[in-house]
């Protein structure tokens, strides 16, 4: 009885015994279904060249196809390819699992694969919806899947993450530890005869043996790369992933290729220091280097080649491979180091900002990347880490202050009046306290990761917690702080946009997605407003007549309600180093003070100018925008919420670490465009300047050598403004939806 009230089966029902051969016949048919459906799941992959020959249609939409799992009320449930046309709802995030669909159509196709042609959104995601155990055992509509799940529409073996092609996705990637047939592999390896990797190229060089080799080699492997996926819409390669390896024994080390399905089966399961046996591999001659460089490929096929991963006591007799090495540097290191210089470096993480993502520079697709501020005592300036995506998702997902982490194999990028920074090369690993990583990794040992902790033990937890931040609008580095500059770096790029061509870039923008954009406009209207509240508190309009009294300087500040700040609920001696101590056991084993400007009783009361009494509506800013005070007893839920596919209604528990936000409404010179832009002066500038309008937006700060103006006396200031034509620097980011975040980094005479 269950089944006959099945959604599925009242609208697909008679379309099931219907023999249609043609996929072009059946695209004709559409069946309109009545009742709510919901969102259970999502998976994404690319087309390959027999999907384009069969659905042409797919091509305008670009190489990503997606599969959705369908359930009902509470009776049935179905999987459906969806149609290209509406691949969009995915990449804005407006369909998300456990969204409600209505008024859904459907087209059949060949073997019972259905495909979503419309949908109509409504509201947000439901929390009425079934939990993963419960819509798990509801019966399928159509033949009940057997083995492993696979796309719908294309020959390919494994999903794609939904945000970016370099972390894996899906229980299809082994991490299981080796079974018993494996483990006997392993113990015939270990004594089995080995050829070294010197006398490997040598034979290979000279033509003395072919490419095929099925002896066995005995390596370490000193560095891994990320996963690299090359799947096309032109190719057809069911699993089209390659990652490399470096490894080495004590007399060469060579280039190991993993292909395709070795990688879904060993990539998660070999990590740098593994010792490994490799045998029925080929030799080739290494594409793009020198005359004497080999590479090993690695295949499941032609021939099949035989993985390993040795205990250290099945290589004690022999010579065993050398150790990884490490070239760690400090922060007054990194300040100095040349452009491009690969090193290690392990930091205290104070910062961690959100997920974002931007092009790649090679085409189209996105490529997942955020920032990290690390400290380690030598010297006061912090390690700025952009962080790309290191196929660790699991890592990635920790990632929140007052962790220890280690980024191996980063990359200096200097660039001139810049200040330097680290980010990812090919090579780059990160290993973070909790996950177990430390206490296997021999850079443990090493002089200056011990000298890091002697310092880490040093400091005051209650301090750390005062300046650990978490998620929210971030620029690094910092624009510069005058428009000759400014143009001088943007040579090349393309010119001021138009407020319709910069609405046109910003309906492009993808979840997550961040673009900086370059405009001329004027300032029409200021408002500030304390986070938390609906309407703003002081504002100025362009040509005001009007001048109204607002609250005292006092009473801007403590008109509502203070937050309770997690320092102060959480209890610390003068030296507590709790978490910092439980923090660095790995490397051993195999209160907030209120930022409000203080002012006295007696200010005068400032003053704003209004040009109507009614206060001006403007949208408050976006939760993910505001920068969050760290709270380490729901850590886990901070770091959560921040990430890609976070719930953000979730983070509004949380203290910010701005009071309020001004919001200014621009006027684009070249088409009178009306557009309202956030604006978060920063209080850590180190320059000198005067906090006038003009300094305060070519800086993006207030300078730290005077008081900084209360947010009633600078609005009352906006009269400078009026008429001014600026060049304004605007970072843009699709925070999912119908959310865009639009912040101005700088403004310029």
Known sequence: METQRCAFRKTLGWARNQDQDQDQDQDQVSLHCSDVLYVTDINRYTRDREGALYHPHTLLHGADLY??????????????????????????????????????????????????????????????????????????????????????????????PLWNSVDYSGTAWTQAPPTEEEEEEEDEAGGSPTLSLSTLRHHFLSGRQGNVMRQQLIVRITDKSHLMYYGKPDRNCVCPYKAILQVCDSSDSVCVVLWNSVCVRWYCRLKVGDIISLRH??????????????????????????????????????????????????????????????????????????????????????????????????????????????????????????????????????????????????????????????????YRRLRPVRHF??????QDEAQVLRRALIGGFFTYPPPPTSLETYMTDRRGESGFLRGAELHTQLDQLCYRERGSFCIKATITMVTYRLV???????????????????????????DTPKKKRPFFTQ??????????????????????????????????????????????????????????????????????????????????????????????????????VMLDVTFLPSSSSSSLHANTWTSILAHGAFSTHTPPPSAGDLVA?????????????????????????????????
């Open 281 to 442: 591999f080929r030799v080739k001659q290494q594409f793009g280097a020198g005359p004497q460089s080999i590479e090993v490929s690695v295949n499941s096929c032609n021939p099949a080649a035989k993985i390993s991963v040795l205990k250290k006591s099945s290589v004690s007799h022999r010579k065993p491979p050398p150790q990884e090495t490490y070239h760690f540097y400090n922060s007054l290191q990194v300040g100095g180091g040349p452009p491009d210089t690969l090193c290690d470096v392990i930091g205290l993480l104070t910062f961690s900002g959100r997920p974002e993502r931007i092009k790649n520079g090679k085409g189209e697709e996105l490529v997942e990347y955020r920032w990290l501020r690390l400290e380690d005592g030598a010297s006061n300036q912090p390690i700025m880490v952009k962080l790309f995506s290191t196929s660790q998702p699991d890592v990635h997902q920790r990632l929140r202050p007052l962790l220890v982490i280690v980024c191996s194999r980063m990359k200096i990028i200097r660039s001139p009046g810049s200040a330097p920074y680290l980010t990812n090369s090919t090579y780059s690993q990160v290993y973070c306290t909790g996950c177990g990583q430390h206490s296997q990794m021999s």
């Open 67 to 160: 599969d959705i799992t369908l359930c009902d009320s509470s009776h049935c449930r179905l999987r459906a390819s969806l149609d290209p046309s509406l691949n969009h709802l995915v990449e804005r995030r407006l369909l998300l699992i456990g969204r409600r669909l209505h008024g859904a159509t459907f087209s059949p196709s060949t073997n019972h694969r259905y495909r979503l042609l419309s949908v109509e959104l409504r509201g947000g995601a439901t929390d009425s919806l079934a939990s993963p155990e419960e819509w798990a055992g509801l019966p399928w509509f159509g033949p009940e899947p057997t083995g492993p799940v696979l796309p719908l529409r294309a020959n390919r073996s494994v999903f794609l």
């Open 717 to 749: 200031m906006a009269a400078q403004l009026a008429n001014q034509s600026l060049v304004c620097v605007l970072e843009a980011c699709h925070l999912g939806g119908a959310c865009m975040e639009l912040v101005l980094s700088r403004a310029y005479h």
């Open 571 to 672: 209890q610390h001696n003068q030296h507590s180093t709790a978490i910092l101590f439980q923090t660095s056991m790995e490397f051993l084993l195999s209160a907030d003070e209120d930022e409000s400007v203080g002012v006295d009783d007696e200010d005068e009361a400032d003053s704003s100018c209004s040009s109507a009494p009614l206060r001006p509506s403007v949208a408050p800013v976006a939760v993910e925008t505001l920068p969050l005070r760290y709270d380490h007893s729901r850590g886990e839920e901070q770091a959560a919420a921040m990430a890609l596919g976070g719930a953000s209604s979730a983070l509004e528990g949380f203290d910010s670490t701005h009071q309020g936000y001004y919001t200014l409404r621009l006027r684009v010179l070249s088409d009178g």
């Open 532 to 558: 938390g509240e609906d309407t703003p508190h002081c504002w100025w309009r362009e040509k005001s007549t009007h001048c109204r009294k607002l609250l005292k300087r006092k009473q801007l500040h403590t």
């Open 453 to 458: 902790l002697c310092w880490l033990r040093k």
